[in-house]
T-cell receptor
Framework: AQSVTQLDSQVPVFEEAPVELRCNYSSSVSVYLFWYVQYPNQGLQLLLKYLSGSTLVKGINGFEAEFNKSQTSFHLRKPSVHISDTAEYFCAVSPPSGYSTLTFGKGTMLLVSP | KAGVTQTPRYLIKTRGQQVTLSCSPISGHRSVSWYQQTPGQGLQFLFEYFSETQRNKGNFPGRFSGRQFSNSRSEMNVSTLELGDSALYLC??????????????FGPGTRLTVL
């Protein structure tokens, strides 16, 4: 079984500042890792994913994440945030050997203020 | 390519009623998964269908059921609604083949309110 921990339920930040949203996972097998974003009253949009290969993954809207196997982490970063990045961000894992059922963290609300 | 569509977007029901939600996957995707999102429990996996067969199931009571049609469209049904069933129900589709680095793409969700 897998589990995902998002260490911060809310992250307030000023516009144009850098941000890091933290994600740690637990699994007895290797996993695929994902970050999704949810804007108010909408579904989930895929930001980026790590399946294999380079541990630094670039996604949409200027986000990137780094897979750290030894620390079982997959933190999301953006060097300069915009007001429009205000949303809830979810880290998720799925087992690569089976099918794509996702296990999600509880989410981190990113609040960007001017 | 059109994305995942869900209908209806909003529903209001009363306790004891039943409800059916619909999901149309991305063209070519054969797997449809359903998730429940609530403020208290977060995102929880309900079940997954592939080629008209339930392939995986989460930890939900039997009141929650689903099916998939030959065109990969899926429906989920909740019978004897309870107040706690109020949630955003999200559908996700993917190719569905093991070992293919599969990725799930989500629809906008159906907001169910039980009064």
């Amino acid at each position: 079984a897998q589990s995902v921990t998002q260490l911060d339920s809310q992250v307030p930040v000023f516009e144009e500042a850098p941000v890091e949203l933290r994600c740690n996972y637990s699994s007895s097998v290797s996993v695929y890792l994902f970050w999704y974003v949810q804007y108010p009253n909408q579904g989930l949009q895929l930001l980026l994913k790590y399946l294999s290969g380079s541990t630094l993954v670039k996604g949409i809207n200027g986000f990137e994440a780094e897979f750290n196997k030894s620390q079982t982490s997959f933190h999301l970063r953006k060097p300069s945030v915009h007001i429009s990045d205000t949303a809830e961000y979810f880290c998720a894992v799925s087992p690569p050997s089976g099918y794509s059922t996702l296990t999600f963290g509880k989410g981190t609300m990113l609040l960007v203020s001017p | 390519k059109a994305g995942v569509t869900q209908t209806p977007r909003y529903l209001i029901k009363t306790r004891g009623q039943q409800v059916t939600l619909s999901c149309s996957p991305i063209s070519g995707h054969r797997s449809v998964s359903w998730y429940q999102q609530t403020p208290g429990q977060g995102l929880q996996f309900l079940f997954e269908y592939f080629s008209e067969t339930q392939r995986n199931k989460g930890n939900f009571p039997g009141r929650f059921s689903g099916r998939q049609f030959s065109n990969s469209r899926s429906e989920m049904n909740v019978s004897t609604l309870e107040l706690g069933d109020s949630a955003l129900y999200l559908c996700a589709s993917s190719v569905g083949l093991a070992g293919t680095k599969d990725t799930q793409y989500f629809g906008p969700g159906t907001r169910l309110t039980v009064l």
